[in-house]
């Protein structure tokens, strides 16, 4: 068992479409991300909680929508996306948000096509 | 604004010999620098990291070099084995903020 989750590994969307992406973590950690990878392009932070709260929103367009219902469960909800959305989207988490406690361990992540 | 650099997308090496991958970034308020290695279909994992009160650390065939005059970090592979072909990641980060990510080198090591 990885100790970062993600479902599912690959999403095919139409730009009316509503889905969720999944992210568990079995690691005790309290800090949990989201980040966007383009390609050819560094990853972008786009959401981070710590203790359950939400202390970040990277200027995320609002068709972007997490959920951290507890400190080991993440959720990424779209709805109506744009083409431009497609790229991977990796969950990570951390121990915390302190320094020292900021190594970050990654999901697989989900391959996001938008058509 | 990108804060961190990595300006080679690509590097190839023989099998034994040594790799380098260069980092730069531009925030000298960066204090913790860190290496990740991904594979294709997996995500980033961690690999080495340095803080900036030191120039060097080491880890078996991993060594990461700070210059900090520079604004320059370096991952050093030695000696290079088929396996380490992945996509490198430079992370950098400064108390709480967030971290942040150069665009990745893919190395391919050539048996």
Known sequence: ?115 | DQQVKQNSPSLSVQEGRISILNCDYTNSMFDYFLWYKKYPAEGPTFLISISSIKDKNEDGRFTVFLNKSAKHLSLHIVPSQPGDSAVYFCAAKYNNNDMRFGAGTRLTVKP
């Not at chain 1, 786009?46 to 959720?75: A, D, G, I, W």
């Not at chain 1, 121990?95 to 020292?100: A, F, M, V, Y």
Request: hydrophobic fraction near 30%.
């Open chain 1, 1 to 115: 068992e990885t100790g970062v989750t993600q479902t599912p590994r690959h999403l095919v969307m139409g730009m009316t479409n509503k889905k969720s992406l999944k992210c568990e973590q079995h690691l005790g950690h309290n800090a949990m991300y989201w980040y966007k990878q383009s390609a050819k392009k560094p990853l972008e932070l786009m959401f981070v909680y710590n203790f359950k709260e939400q202390t970040e929103n990277n200027s995320v367009p609002s068709r972007f929508s997490p959920e951290c219902p507890n400190s080991s469960h993440l959720f990424l909800h779209l709805h109506t996306l744009q083409p431009e959305d497609s790229a991977l989207y990796l969950c990570a988490s951390s121990q915390d948000r302190s320094p020292g406690g900021e190594k970050l361990f990654f999901g697989s992540g989900t391959q996001l096509s938008v058509l």
